[in-house]
Protein backbone atom coordinates (compact mmCIF):
# COMPACT_ATOMS: atom_id res chain seq x y z
CA UNK A 1 0.00 0.00 0.00
CA UNK A 2 1.04 3.60 -0.92
CA UNK A 3 0.50 6.17 0.91
CA UNK A 4 0.06 10.41 -0.07
CA UNK A 5 2.12 12.52 1.73
CA UNK A 6 -0.86 14.37 2.16
CA UNK A 7 -3.76 11.94 3.01
CA UNK A 8 -5.62 12.26 6.13
CA UNK A 9 -3.97 9.16 7.43
CA UNK A 10 -0.75 11.20 6.92
CA UNK A 11 -1.96 14.03 8.83
CA UNK A 12 -3.66 11.60 11.33
CA UNK A 13 -0.80 10.59 12.21
CA UNK A 14 1.10 13.81 13.13
CA UNK A 15 -1.90 14.16 15.71
CA UNK A 16 -1.33 11.16 17.25
CA UNK A 17 2.55 11.97 18.10
CA UNK A 18 0.44 14.85 19.69
CA UNK A 19 -1.70 12.32 21.26
CA UNK A 20 1.31 10.47 22.91
CA UNK A 21 2.97 13.51 24.27
CA UNK A 22 -0.22 13.85 26.24
CA UNK A 23 0.19 10.28 27.72
CA UNK A 24 3.29 11.24 28.45
CA UNK A 25 2.23 13.56 30.50
CA UNK A 26 0.06 11.33 32.30
CA UNK A 27 -3.30 13.56 30.33
CA UNK A 28 -6.25 12.20 28.49
CA UNK A 29 -4.17 11.44 24.91
CA UNK A 30 -5.57 13.16 22.65
CA UNK A 31 -4.13 15.20 19.85
CA UNK A 32 -4.79 17.71 17.15
CA UNK A 33 -2.98 19.24 14.27
CA UNK A 34 -4.07 21.58 11.89
CA UNK A 35 -3.59 21.46 8.11
CA UNK A 36 -4.22 24.52 5.73
CA UNK A 37 -2.25 24.47 1.82
CA UNK A 38 -1.24 21.15 2.62
CA UNK A 39 0.77 22.65 5.47
CA UNK A 40 0.39 21.67 9.01
CA UNK A 41 0.12 25.27 10.79
CA UNK A 42 -0.67 24.14 14.02
CA UNK A 43 -0.12 20.98 16.54
CA UNK A 44 -1.20 20.57 20.28
CA UNK A 45 -2.48 18.31 22.46
CA UNK A 46 -4.76 18.11 25.66
CA UNK A 47 -3.19 19.60 28.51
CA UNK A 48 -6.46 20.32 30.81
CA UNK A 49 -4.13 18.76 34.09
CA UNK A 50 -0.91 20.88 33.00
CA UNK A 51 -3.21 23.82 32.70
CA UNK A 52 -5.84 22.78 35.42
CA UNK A 53 -8.30 24.24 32.66
CA UNK A 54 -11.28 22.55 30.89
CA UNK A 55 -10.87 24.67 28.00
CA UNK A 56 -6.88 23.26 27.44
CA UNK A 57 -8.26 20.60 25.04
CA UNK A 58 -6.12 19.57 21.50
CA UNK A 59 -8.63 20.80 19.59
CA UNK A 60 -9.31 24.63 21.39
CA UNK A 61 -5.32 24.80 21.59
CA UNK A 62 -4.98 23.76 17.66
CA UNK A 63 -7.63 26.09 16.55
CA UNK A 64 -6.09 28.88 18.36
CA UNK A 65 -2.62 28.79 17.36
CA UNK A 66 -4.24 28.17 13.84
CA UNK A 67 -6.01 31.65 14.13
CA UNK A 68 -3.00 33.06 15.73
CA UNK A 69 -0.96 31.96 12.53
CA UNK A 70 -3.43 32.83 9.68
CA UNK A 71 -4.13 36.04 11.40
CA UNK A 72 -7.40 35.06 11.01
CA UNK A 73 -10.17 34.05 13.32
CA UNK A 74 -11.70 31.90 10.37
CA UNK A 75 -9.91 29.22 9.36
CA UNK A 76 -12.52 28.64 6.21
CA UNK A 77 -9.55 27.17 4.39
CA UNK A 78 -8.03 24.88 7.56
CA UNK A 79 -8.71 21.18 8.79
CA UNK A 80 -8.83 20.55 11.86
CA UNK A 81 -7.31 16.59 12.75
CA UNK A 82 -8.27 15.27 15.71
CA UNK A 83 -7.57 11.36 17.04
CA UNK A 84 -10.75 11.59 19.34
CA UNK A 85 -14.24 12.73 18.22
CA UNK A 86 -14.68 16.61 19.75
CA UNK A 87 -17.15 17.05 22.68
CA UNK A 88 -19.35 19.55 22.50
CA UNK A 89 -17.31 22.80 23.10
CA UNK A 90 -14.68 21.55 20.76
CA UNK A 91 -17.47 21.02 17.83
CA UNK A 92 -18.57 24.83 19.02
CA UNK A 93 -15.39 25.99 18.36
CA UNK A 94 -14.78 24.61 14.96
CA UNK A 95 -18.08 26.13 14.30
CA UNK A 96 -17.23 29.65 14.74
CA UNK A 97 -14.03 29.14 13.03
CA UNK A 98 -15.96 27.69 10.27
CA UNK A 99 -13.00 25.23 9.71
CA UNK A 100 -13.37 23.32 6.18
CA UNK A 101 -13.35 20.01 7.19
CA UNK A 102 -12.89 17.94 10.39
CA UNK A 103 -11.69 15.03 10.39
CA UNK A 104 -11.41 12.53 13.67
CA UNK A 105 -10.06 9.05 14.17
CA UNK A 106 -11.99 7.46 17.30
CA UNK A 107 -15.38 7.76 18.09
CA UNK A 108 -16.48 8.77 21.41
CA UNK A 109 -19.79 8.06 22.24
CA UNK A 110 -20.55 9.68 25.49
CA UNK A 111 -19.18 13.25 25.54
CA UNK A 112 -18.77 13.28 21.62
CA UNK A 113 -20.58 16.27 19.65
CA UNK A 114 -22.32 13.84 17.64
CA UNK A 115 -25.26 12.54 19.85
CA UNK A 116 -26.39 16.26 20.18
CA UNK A 117 -26.82 16.52 16.35
CA UNK A 118 -24.52 18.20 13.56
CA UNK A 119 -23.30 20.90 15.88
CA UNK A 120 -20.45 21.86 13.16
CA UNK A 121 -20.83 24.57 10.63
CA UNK A 122 -23.13 24.09 7.17
CA UNK A 123 -20.22 24.62 5.44
CA UNK A 124 -17.87 22.26 7.65
CA UNK A 125 -17.07 18.51 5.93
CA UNK A 126 -16.81 15.74 8.66
CA UNK A 127 -14.54 12.76 8.12
CA UNK A 128 -14.91 10.07 10.55
CA UNK A 129 -13.03 6.96 11.56
CA UNK A 130 -9.37 7.68 10.47
CA UNK A 131 -7.00 5.44 11.88
CA UNK A 132 -9.62 5.09 14.47
CA UNK A 133 -7.93 1.70 16.15
CA UNK A 134 -4.78 3.81 16.72
CA UNK A 135 -6.49 6.58 18.06
CA UNK A 136 -8.77 4.46 20.06
CA UNK A 137 -5.95 2.20 21.64
CA UNK A 138 -4.29 4.96 22.96
CA UNK A 139 -7.11 5.96 25.21
CA UNK A 140 -7.85 2.74 26.03
CA UNK A 141 -3.95 2.48 27.55
CA UNK A 142 -4.74 5.64 29.80
CA UNK A 143 -7.65 4.34 31.51
CA UNK A 144 -6.66 0.91 32.35
CA UNK A 145 -3.09 2.37 33.23
CA UNK A 146 -5.70 4.69 35.67
CA UNK A 147 -8.00 2.43 37.09
CA UNK A 148 -4.49 0.10 38.34
CA UNK B 1 -37.08 47.94 46.26
CA UNK B 2 -34.18 47.35 47.79
CA UNK B 3 -31.59 44.83 46.20
CA UNK B 4 -29.31 42.53 48.08
CA UNK B 5 -25.81 43.11 47.66
CA UNK B 6 -25.42 39.33 46.67
CA UNK B 7 -28.36 39.32 44.54
CA UNK B 8 -28.10 37.39 40.80
CA UNK B 9 -28.85 40.75 39.75
CA UNK B 10 -26.36 42.70 41.59
CA UNK B 11 -23.45 40.10 39.90
CA UNK B 12 -25.29 40.51 36.42
CA UNK B 13 -24.52 44.51 36.90
CA UNK B 14 -21.03 42.94 36.77
CA UNK B 15 -21.43 41.08 33.84
CA UNK B 16 -23.01 44.26 32.11
CA UNK B 17 -20.32 46.50 32.79
CA UNK B 18 -17.89 43.90 31.67
CA UNK B 19 -20.05 43.64 28.57
CA UNK B 20 -19.76 47.93 27.86
CA UNK B 21 -16.51 47.18 27.50
CA UNK B 22 -16.03 44.84 24.81
CA UNK B 23 -18.89 47.79 23.31
CA UNK B 24 -16.64 50.20 23.89
CA UNK B 25 -13.70 47.88 21.71
CA UNK B 26 -16.25 46.89 18.93
CA UNK B 27 -16.83 43.43 20.24
CA UNK B 28 -19.94 41.98 20.16
CA UNK B 29 -21.14 43.45 24.05
CA UNK B 30 -21.24 39.95 26.04
CA UNK B 31 -19.97 40.21 29.42
CA UNK B 32 -19.60 37.27 32.33
CA UNK B 33 -18.57 36.99 35.81
CA UNK B 34 -17.53 34.17 37.88
CA UNK B 35 -19.16 34.33 41.65
CA UNK B 36 -17.47 31.82 44.51
CA UNK B 37 -18.10 32.66 48.36
CA UNK B 38 -19.95 35.92 47.20
CA UNK B 39 -16.95 37.23 45.75
CA UNK B 40 -16.28 38.13 42.11
CA UNK B 41 -13.16 35.58 41.17
CA UNK B 42 -13.19 36.60 37.04
CA UNK B 43 -14.36 39.42 34.90
CA UNK B 44 -13.98 39.36 31.79
CA UNK B 45 -15.67 40.37 28.38
CA UNK B 46 -15.73 39.03 24.72
CA UNK B 47 -13.04 39.92 22.57
CA UNK B 48 -12.94 37.43 19.30
CA UNK B 49 -11.79 40.22 17.21
CA UNK B 50 -9.00 41.70 19.32
CA UNK B 51 -7.72 38.32 20.15
CA UNK B 52 -8.63 37.10 16.32
CA UNK B 53 -9.45 34.08 18.31
CA UNK B 54 -13.19 32.53 17.86
CA UNK B 55 -12.67 30.90 21.73
CA UNK B 56 -12.22 33.97 23.38
CA UNK B 57 -15.66 34.07 24.54
CA UNK B 58 -16.45 36.17 27.52
CA UNK B 59 -17.16 32.77 29.58
CA UNK B 60 -14.48 31.23 28.01
CA UNK B 61 -11.98 33.72 29.37
CA UNK B 62 -13.85 34.00 32.59
CA UNK B 63 -13.91 30.18 33.44
CA UNK B 64 -10.14 30.22 32.32
CA UNK B 65 -9.32 33.08 35.05
CA UNK B 66 -11.63 31.48 37.58
CA UNK B 67 -9.77 28.43 37.41
CA UNK B 68 -6.72 30.14 37.32
CA UNK B 69 -7.55 32.12 40.62
CA UNK B 70 -8.74 28.79 42.54
CA UNK B 71 -5.96 26.42 40.98
CA UNK B 72 -8.30 23.91 39.90
CA UNK B 73 -10.25 23.20 37.11
CA UNK B 74 -13.28 22.09 38.73
CA UNK B 75 -15.62 25.40 39.11
CA UNK B 76 -18.11 22.86 41.67
CA UNK B 77 -18.90 25.94 43.91
CA UNK B 78 -18.76 28.87 41.09
CA UNK B 79 -21.36 30.66 39.58
CA UNK B 80 -20.95 31.92 36.17
CA UNK B 81 -22.91 35.09 35.10
CA UNK B 82 -23.42 36.08 31.14
CA UNK B 83 -24.90 38.80 30.01
CA UNK B 84 -26.43 36.21 27.03
CA UNK B 85 -27.57 32.99 26.78
CA UNK B 86 -24.31 30.98 26.46
CA UNK B 87 -23.32 29.28 22.80
CA UNK B 88 -22.26 25.28 22.81
CA UNK B 89 -18.93 26.07 23.07
CA UNK B 90 -19.25 27.81 26.51
CA UNK B 91 -21.99 25.35 27.59
CA UNK B 92 -19.49 22.70 26.75
CA UNK B 93 -17.11 24.61 28.52
CA UNK B 94 -19.21 24.79 31.90
CA UNK B 95 -20.22 21.42 31.65
CA UNK B 96 -16.34 20.53 31.79
CA UNK B 97 -15.81 22.73 35.02
CA UNK B 98 -18.77 21.57 36.51
CA UNK B 99 -20.29 25.26 37.45
CA UNK B 100 -22.74 24.67 40.29
CA UNK B 101 -24.90 27.36 38.51
CA UNK B 102 -25.02 29.23 35.16
CA UNK B 103 -27.25 32.34 35.54
CA UNK B 104 -27.91 33.98 31.88
CA UNK B 105 -29.48 37.37 30.86
CA UNK B 106 -31.00 37.58 27.23
CA UNK B 107 -31.99 34.30 25.56
CA UNK B 108 -30.08 33.98 21.94
CA UNK B 109 -32.61 31.71 19.87
CA UNK B 110 -30.13 31.39 16.61
CA UNK B 111 -26.51 30.69 18.72
CA UNK B 112 -27.87 29.67 22.05
CA UNK B 113 -27.18 26.52 23.34
CA UNK B 114 -30.68 25.61 24.39
CA UNK B 115 -31.90 24.64 21.37
CA UNK B 116 -29.56 21.73 21.64
CA UNK B 117 -31.53 20.67 24.75
CA UNK B 118 -29.74 20.84 28.28
CA UNK B 119 -25.59 20.23 27.84
CA UNK B 120 -24.87 21.56 31.17
CA UNK B 121 -23.64 19.47 33.65
CA UNK B 122 -25.93 17.65 35.31
CA UNK B 123 -25.04 19.09 38.72
CA UNK B 124 -25.92 22.68 37.20
CA UNK B 125 -28.28 24.80 37.92
CA UNK B 126 -29.82 26.97 35.23
CA UNK B 127 -30.93 30.51 35.90
CA UNK B 128 -32.50 32.68 32.92
CA UNK B 129 -33.68 36.44 32.04
CA UNK B 130 -31.92 38.23 34.95
CA UNK B 131 -32.08 42.08 33.84
CA UNK B 132 -32.56 40.48 30.28
CA UNK B 133 -33.77 43.48 28.94
CA UNK B 134 -30.91 45.53 29.58
CA UNK B 135 -28.54 42.86 28.52
CA UNK B 136 -30.56 42.38 25.32
CA UNK B 137 -30.60 46.10 24.84
CA UNK B 138 -27.18 45.95 24.47
CA UNK B 139 -26.88 43.43 22.03
CA UNK B 140 -29.32 45.45 19.89
CA UNK B 141 -27.48 48.90 19.71
CA UNK B 142 -24.69 46.98 18.70
CA UNK B 143 -26.01 45.49 15.96
CA UNK B 144 -28.08 48.60 15.21
CA UNK B 145 -24.48 50.34 15.28
CA UNK B 146 -23.05 47.58 12.92
CA UNK B 147 -25.98 47.61 10.22
CA UNK B 148 -25.55 51.48 9.62
Known amino acids: MTLSLYSDEQYMREALKQARYALAEDEIPIGAVVVMDKQIIARAYNQTEKLRDVTAHAEML ?3 AAANFV ?10 YV ?3 PC ?8 WAQVKR ?10 GFRRYGNLL ?13 ECAALM ?5 QKRK
Open 71 to 80: GNKYLAECTL
Open 121 to 133: HPRTELVTGILAD
Open 102 to 111: VVYGASEEKR
Open 88 to 95: VMCAGASF
Open 140 to 144: QEFFT
Open 62 to 64: ALT
Open 83 to 85: TVE
